[in-house]
T-cell receptor, first 107, second 112 residues
């Protein structure tokens, strides 16, 4: 299967700070998605981003498929951004997830 | 409201007692899939279905069965659960495999 590596594994931020999360993958993929798992365990789709850049409020994402990585930017972080961020890639109809970045935003 | 519904949310059972976790979506999605989440391992795909009557194995299919008799439903069946199947399980669906995934709220299963 496709290997997916996320970094950093853990991140602690002061409220208002910016951060960049990275996702590297080992093979060509058809699509890439970013998810946020909130403290209650719900998985929310943030971005469907096989290539290029997208923005949604304080969050933006960039995928460079030819170099096999994606970045998730969080600006002006808020306590509600806390949780685990996963990237997932799809290859041959299957999805492969990274082990996530655990983000804690402190007031 | 568009959603993926899993039941039950919590389940405690004993080794060997057959169980079914249900998953239903109301978005007319073709692609449905099951995952298990374990600490330090992220989510791993168990089975997926491209459409009605079409199912295939993911990365960790051993000990699980699925069926897709209707487009909206994709139950996960554990014929003889074992303690190593204690995990948090998620069902997800998407319009087609190459489109945004929508997840259910999860089922926490404990097998004693």
């Amino acid at each position: 299967g496709i290997q997916v590596e996320q970094s950093p594994p853990d991140l602690i931020l002061q409220e208002g700070a910016n951060s960049t999360l990275r996702c590297n993958f080992s093979d060509s993929v058809n699509n890439l998605q970013w998810f946020h798992q909130n403290p209650w365990g719900q998985l929310i789709n943030l971005f469907y981003i096989p290539s290029g850049t997208k923005q949604n409020g304080r969050l933006s994402a960039t995928t460079v498929a030819t170099e096999r990585y994606s970045l998730l930017y969080i600006s002006s972080s808020q306590t509600t951004d806390s949780g685990v961020y996963f990237c997932a890639v799809e290859g041959r109809n299957q999805f492969y997830f990274g082990t996530g970045t655990s983000l804690t935003v402190i007031p | 409201e568009a959603q993926v519904t899993q039941n039950p949310r919590y389940l405690i059972t004993v080794t060997g007692k057959k169980l079914t976790v249900t998953c239903s979506q109301n978005m007319n999605h073709e692609y449905m899939s099951w995952y298990r989440q374990d600490p330090g391992l992220g989510l791993r795909q168990i089975y997926y279905s491209m459409n009605v009557e079409v199912t295939d194995k993911g990365d960790v299919p051993e000990g699980y069965k699925v069926s897709r008799k209707e487009k909206r439903n994709f139950p996960l069946i554990l014929e003889s659960p074992s303690p190593n199947q204690t995990s948090l399980y998620f069902c997800a669906s998407s319009y087609i495999y190459n489109s945004p995934l929508h997840f259910g709220n999860g089922t926490r299963l404990t097998v004693t």
